[in-house]
């Protein structure tokens, strides 16, 4: 069975800039998160969504959001790109919501903001 | 969201056991307890999880105290691969949605 799947692996943006960042779940898993990794900051979760709802969403502002498709693919969106936006994004997947489920983690998405 | 605690760092000999240790004393009843593991420039894998009793899987086995104010991450025999930032982290069971709340992990070396 094929894991967690993202696109694209790298990005480089500059500030002002918005970017979009592609997760596609393990077959017949229905939850996605997003999760955002920096050096100072450590791993944090950005959001779930589950059956294309976002059920719970992280402290960040409002220039990420995300989404979920019928097939269960999620996106994740940041506008205004800043400095401090440069991370590892992370998304991963997991059958249903309940922490009775591990997640499965994607090799995440490096994304650089000049 | 329950608070661990969880060495810093550690060392093991290669083909040794590992016991990483982690305090979460402020763990609710129903929360999970998972472990995961981040290798070099790779996502976290999951390691293993449970609730009260002690599990085992092929990777490593968790034991967890009768109080549940602590878990214990055995692996039965360490090798290089194994070297890893190790993270305890106590899940809520609710029906409500579910996040992982990642904390700083246990760094592991492992020596040849």
């Known amino acids: 069975k094929a894991g967690v799947t993202q696109t694209p692996r790298y990005l480089i943006k500059t500030r002002g800039q918005q970017v979009t960042l592609s997760c596609s779940p393990i077959?017949?898993?229905?939850?996605v998160s997003w999760y955002q990794q920096t050096p100072g900051q450590g791993l944090q979760f950005l959001f779930e969504y589950f059956s294309e709802t976002q059920r719970n969403k992280g402290n960040f502002p409002g220039r990420f959001s995300g989404r979920q498709f019928s097939n269960s693919r999620s996106e994740m969106n940041v506008s205004t790109l800043e400095l401090g936006d440069s991370a590892l994004y992370l998304c991963?997947?997991?059958?249903?919501?309940?922490?009775?489920?591990?997640?499965?983690f994607g090799p995440g998405t490096r994304l650089t903001v000049l | 969201d329950a608070k661990t605690t969880q060495p810093n760092s550690m060392e093991s000999n290669e083909e040794e056991p590992v016991h990483l240790p982690c305090n979460h004393s402020?763990?609710?009843?129903?929360?999970?307890i998972h472990w995961y593991r981040q290798l070099p420039s790779q996502g976290p894998e999951y390691v293993i999880h449970?609730?009260?009793s002690n599990v085992n899987n092929r990777m490593a086995s968790l034991a967890i105290a009768e109080d549940r104010k602590s878990s214990t991450l055995i692996l039965h025999r360490a090798t290089l691969r194994d070297a890893a930032v190790y993270y305890c982290?106590?899940?809520?069971?609710?029906?409500?949605?579910?996040?992982?709340?990642f904390g700083k992990g246990t760094k592991l070396s492992v020596i040849p």
């Open positions: 991963a997947s997991t059958l249903a919501p309940g922490a009775v489920n591990e997640q499965f």
């Open positions: 077959s017949g898993h229905r939850s």
């Open positions: 982290i106590p899940a809520y069971s609710g029906a409500g949605s579910y996040q992982l709340t």
């Open positions: 449970g609730l009260t």
């Open positions: 402020t763990i609710s009843g129903t929360d999970y």
